[in-house]
């Protein structure tokens, strides 16, 4: 029972030490989930465009950015590139899981672009809407209610994966508990504690991906009611 109570005590700390660093792990995220929405929508566009050139230049981009490991993609932004550019850690860190998941993204938008009707394009054209009005309008609004859940799956990898910037010494939650680990040489109560955090978060992330699946299912591609 004592030992039990020692060892609450110190994951109880441990827990405190870290929760502060969790927006950092959260902003890092959300700052490049949002480059690789951007990313997404403009080459998933490219991939489905009637110019071969477009098409081209989004294809590699797509092939050349999912065939290299992130932590690669982290050193060149960081050490390579942004030692010419002078780019901060952060910057760095973001655009690398930004550009690496925007290739991602840009396949799943692809594929929802292409899961609506044909029919749709053609009555929207037939009312006197432009190629850009019906994409905006009719097709993409559709298009993001279909991929929520891969979208939302997206995110969630991104989350974890923002775990690799410790490599480059931007402290989130990862580079917090190996500091804290360094320190106290308590390696097994501080890992444990930091995969508890990031087990809470995406756990939470889940449930509200789930929650939005259900709320904004298209008609048609609904999702099943389960638990």
Known sequence: MTWFLEQSEIVTKIFYYLIQV???????????????????????????????YIRAISGAYINVFRGIPLLVLIFF????????????RFVAGVIAIGVCYGAYMAEILRAGILAIDYGQHEAAMSLGMTKWQTMRHIILPQTFRIIMPPAGNEFIACLKDSSLVMIIGLREITQAGREYANQSFLDFQ??????????IMTVTLSR???????????????????N
């Open 22 to 52: 969790v927006h950092w792990t959260i902003l890092i995220s959300a700052c490049a989930y949002a480059v690789a929405l951007m990313l997404g929508l403009v080459f998933g566009l490219g991939r489905i465009s009637q110019n071969k």
């Open 77 to 88: 932004f960081y050490f390579g590139l942004g030692q010419l550019i002078n780019l901060d």
């Open 190 to 199: 501080t890992w444990f504690v930091v995969a508890l955090l990031y087990l």
């Open 208 to 226: 509200i991906v789930k929650f939005l699946e259900k709320k904004y299912s298209v008609h048609g591609y609904g999702v099943k009611n389960d």
